[in-house]
């Protein structure tokens, strides 16, 4: 807890309590009759009291709100100018506005889309291109079962209470973060020890069990913050938008709430694509979705949202990778678990160091941390709002090994961004599990070793005449078969024949003879180790960081002539939604309505990190906008100039070494 | 009607009733037990009709299955052959195949969406780009009030019918269709009569109302295919896969089954964007929704696919564009409507002619018909299995002006891959109504025009009194009158003092009095046109025309070796997967294992358009995958080379005509 606040909350009780008295004395004085003077003396001493306890008062309502450049009120002036600006712009327009909106629904307007798709194309080269990764594309629309077996179903829920009157939902976390935050900043006369007990729950806001929860909200006496009626208890709501695949309605589905499980469901087949060899990692972008309770949090908290994530897969009993030495210089700040739990703040570590002590798991998750670092620093994100924390032994699922946030300080704190987690064999083996197909990798033995195998072998000719068109289908069906539904298959066989067998892809029940499929047991020589490879998975949420993209570039600054304020986003010329503008200067008589043009349009286009001026018919003058120095090239080279900066390959020191300066007062800011 | 085919039914019915009469006549014979010489040669006369019954058989089936290189047949083979190498090499994988898969959801593995990212960055280059487009990017989670006004509630359905014992769902056209090219290709026995009308109902499918393709179903005797239970009734499916938003379940929401309303509903924002100013154009890119009743056509039918639209809007007044010479002298296969009514084929003609006589409606529908076919040419679709075919008036919604479609040939027949339709000022119009929004453009006049005005002003407090809670309903009917009818009551009034009013939201008659409203016209000044701008709105299947565009680079050579077919896709370099290939040829030990790995992959990689061979240290060969041809390039200068080409900056041939020329054929093939 705060000293300064603490002890300003104690302070206050004792002048509260200094105050009460004197104020027993003055009445006692008046009831007792005494002198004029002797009462007016001690009303004297009530009222000094009472201005001490107003200065501390307001020393902690400064102390609990904050007044420095990072106070809340502040933050949120700030954040109110770069959101005004960028609506303004139309970066974001709130989806199906002219029908009064949806909560937690954006569009990305024209500037917004170029960032946007900027960002993803850097990502893009960045990951999957340098790193020869394995790129996929699966749908949105997700059939129950995939997401049964990675415990969606049973476990991606949120925590709601309901008004009772009403029927108006509320996330109960939400509530209670909300009355602890009002009570602790405005409530100066709660004691020390309660704001302490406010403080505690917000901690573990996130680790409370359900019944707690709704314990809590009843002793608080919390209520629906719009009606003041009573809440009911909470109860968990799945957050996956469901649908219903086909027209039976017998096959639920969702959209699904990350891409991931496309690459897990697809391991056997990326696994022989990169000639059965590890470590190979598969990569996704896409559409990911999240039906919030009430969403808040603006542009941050969305039910819609594009994820690119990547699984690497890795042999959990060698988790080397032959790059770690290229990050392993890189030095940035870090906020390791043993920090957080003794209430220390981030430091600068170099990533070498937190691999070789052990605090980053090991070298494969110590890579992705760093490629991280660079992605999110490349595009602009300013290193020192950026830190990496390591997820706590309770925010981890169980299966975990090690997990690392790469969060981004904004306006509205520190924003989990990119999640960094080995997830050790848990979602393979999940998808194993309810598929019944081996998601494994091998590893040849130096010399064979014997085993017993399931052996289903479809007889093509009976199942090509039973089936004709269809046959592919249940042999697939069949050979798909787990050891269980197999050896159940064959004991009815044996018995009676014929059986029947649903095929998903053909969506109906057939019927399996005696003499279409063999199913057996033999044993076999093993030649190699078969194991479920480890997954290291680095998952950007793509909308988070471009919104803190925005905060971190956004600066105002005075106009020319100082008369407003002109609102700047800085951004690098690898994500600028526009490049380079052109600007004629030449007299000419069809240049003139581009010039005006180009000057009304100043004000909206001061976010392109180049302009071109056409001033002469052999050479053109390029200005970078931050340092706004200027070269001058000739007309030809102009484009392949601008060009080679803004596609990376070479920086504007380079070029600006490289040809002759320019200046001239009259075509800036 | 087929005329050989025709003539075939007939000659096949006459032998048929010869070959019964000779029947009859051997029957008659040897009944009369007449002498074995007479009876032996009737029956060789029987036998002698009997195979020429069965030639005309042969010829027939021939005829109505196909047998040259375009029968169903070949189609199919070559389907296969495509398909198999396309998901054996990953392009596509049946999405959750671990879970049997899901109908109709496919997923793109790496090299399959290496080429469509390609396809939708030159998408965005060709369109976004050289137009600026305001590109916008849109949930596809869609509240039900916006698919309501665009109509999708009430009217995107199939008609379907079910298995009446098992429940089982059936495309009602579909299985019609099913019908009658079954009977058609295998029933030779029909009569040119029946094939006839087999046709026209295959000719009809698609506009027949519910209650006639019921009629068909129940007339022909259709079953369940795999039960042969009886069927439903047809009835309407709505498509669209459904979800709720929130927590509530209060607010219905679905996946948008197009992108197009998301540009639709922020056309005020955009347009304001553009600085009030017309034409201008939106994009967008996205994922969209159809829940098929059961797929079928592999990868062309599909539940989850990415689409891109344009919306150009323009004055409905001026539909010229100033871009339009620029693709008015292409020349390209179309398909007009009145040359599909006379049953000719599609034939060449020169856009700019299509648009001065009127056969494309205007200018900008004819240049976006030109930019179309310049992207998917580009692209690698053949010219000459790409056509654009007018819709046909029954085909057209009512509102649409003009409406064609980019069809592109493969082994499923010519797929309408790109559709663009003039769609007026429709859906504008829509979203106006229902979000009560005016969705208008304005046009400001060289100086006021005095124009004449209807104004209705109800008198509120009277209606008010009169009607109480309903006051609002009235009052938004008078508003809602056009000029006729309210210039019909305001002489009623005048004549009779009161007149009976029918409010279609109170569903009933109300009676008006005259001093319940005021009805005159005014004169007033006009500053400005205010207008719904017409919509242009070409759309873009990109997973049709991908699909298309691997049927057209497919083909099949054999091996160097020649004892293998070696399946290749010949992918211009704008859209390849992976634009080249470095084969180390230098002896070296390092690179001895580089070596093996490319020609152990070089079966993969045929589709890969540029090989660099490192045969020495200071310069390389680059090789073109189509001609083989080679040039020699110094080491530095390889990577740009190959770019500049990859690109679309500069050709192969231009390249070939500057570096010097390479023979070797040791490295070939």
Redesign the interface.
């Known amino acids: 807890m705060d000293t300064t606040e603490d002890s300003l909350r104690k302070a206050l009780a004792e002048k509260q309590s200094a105050v009460e008295g004197q104020g027993n004395a003055v009445r006692a004085l008046k009831a007792a009759k005494v002198a004029k003077a002797e009462i007016d003396a001690a009303i004297g001493t009530l009222n000094a009291l009472k201005l001490e306890k107003s200065a501390i008062e307001q020393q902690l309502q400064a102390a609990v709100s904050g007044n420095g450049p990072d106070s809340s009120v502040n933050r949120e002036a700030f954040r109110q100018a770069v959101v005004n600006t960028l609506e303004r712009r ?1 970066f974001y ?1 709130p ?5 009064r909106g ?2 937690g ?6 500037p ?3 960032v ?2 900027n960002v993803l ?1 850097f990502w ?1 080269q960045h990951f999957v291109l340098e790193e020869s990764m ?10 129950e ?2 997401l049964k077996a990675s415990g969606h179903v049973d476990k991606f829920t949120d925590l ?1 209470v309901k008004d009772e009157k009403t ?3 509320y996330r109960a976390d939400h509530l209670l973060k909300d009355f602890c935050n009002e009570k602790l900043q405005k409530d100066l006369s709660i004691t020390a020890e309660k704001a302490a007990e406010l403080k505690h729950v917000l901690a573990v806001l996130d680790d409370l069990p359900t019944e707690e929860l709704g314990a809590k909200i009843k002793e608080y006496g919390i209520v629906a913050p719009d009606t003041k009626n009573p809440l009911s208890d909470p109860y968990p ?1 799945n957050l996956m ?8 309605g017998l ?1 639920p ?1 969702y ?1 699904r709430p990350e891409t991931a499980q ?1 690459i897990f ?2 391991f ?3 696994y022989y ?1 990169n000639g059965n060899k590890l470590p190979f990692a598969a990569a996704q972008i896409g ?1 990911a ?1 999240t ?4 969403p808040r949090q603006g542009l941050l908290r969305v ?2 949202f594009t994820l690119a994530e990547i699984e690497h897969f890795v042999d959990p009993e060698d988790k080397s990778h032959p790059k770690y030495p290229e990050v392993a210089d890189l030095e940035f700040l870090m906020f390791p678990r043993d920090k957080q739990m003794s209430g220390q703040s981030a430091k600068r570590i170099r990533l070498g160091e937190a691999v070789s002590k052990g605090i980053v798991n090991n070298e494969t998750l110590g890579y992705f941390i760093g490629r991280v670092y660079l992605f999110l620093t490349c595009l602009g994100i300013d290193k020192e709002r950026l830190r990496f924390r390591q997820h706590l032994a309770n925010e981890m699922a169980h299966y975990a090994a090690d997990c690392w946030d790469a969060e981004i300080e904004c306006s509205y704190g520190w924003i989990e961004c990119v999640g960094i987690a080995d997830r050790s064999a848990y979602d393979l083996r999940a ?1 194993s599990e ?2 019944g ?1 081996p ?1 494994v990798a091998h590893e040849k033995f130096s010399e064979p070793i014997e085993m017993e195998k399931l052996v289903i072998a479809p007889v093509k000719r009976e199942l090509g005449l039973a089936f004709k068109g269809n046959q592919k289908m249940v042999v ?2 069949l050979e ?1 078969m787990n050891e269980k539904e197999a050896m159940e298959m064959k004991a009815s066989l044996e018995t009676k024949g014929e059986v029947e067998f649903y ?3 053909l ?2 029940n057939v019927c399996i003879k005696k003499n279409m499929v063999t199913i057996s047991k033999e044993k076999k020589k093993e030649y190699q180790r078969v194991f479920t490879p480890s997954v290291i998975e680095p998952s950007f949420g793509i909308g988070r960081i471009i919104y803190c993209l925005f905060e971190h570039s956004f600066y105002m600054r005075p106009s020319k002539a100082g008369d407003e304020q002109l609102n700047v986003f800085r951004f690098p010329p690898v994500v600028a939604p526009i490049k380079c503008t052109v600007f004629p200067l030449v007299q000419n008589q069809q240049y003139e309505e581009a010039l005006q043009l180009a000057n009304d349009m100043q004000g909206q286009m001061n976010w392109v990190p180049f302009a071109i001026t056409v001033d002469s018919t052999s050479s053109v003058t390029i200005r970078e906008r931050d340092s706004k120095d200027q070269i001058r090239v000739n007309v030809e080279e102009a484009a392949s100039v601008v060009k080679s900066v803004t596609d990376g390959q070479r920086t504007w020191d380079d070029v600006w070494s490289k040809f002759p300066h320019h200046s001239s007062g009259s075509t800036e800011d």
Chains 1, 2 share one sequence.
């Open positions: 139309l327009i989806s199906f506005k002219i029908y949806v909560a629904l954006y569009d990305y307007g024209p917004g889309c170029a946007k798709s194309a893009r394995l790129e996929v594309d699966c749908p949105c629309v997700t059939p079962v995939v709601m029927g108006t939902c709501f938008f469901q649908t219903s695949i086909g027209p039976s096959l589905g959209m496309g469901v697809n056997k087949d990326l694509y559409q979705f039906n919030e309770i009430s039910r819609e998808h309810k598929s197909v998601l697939e069906a798909a095929v998903c892809t969506e109906k």
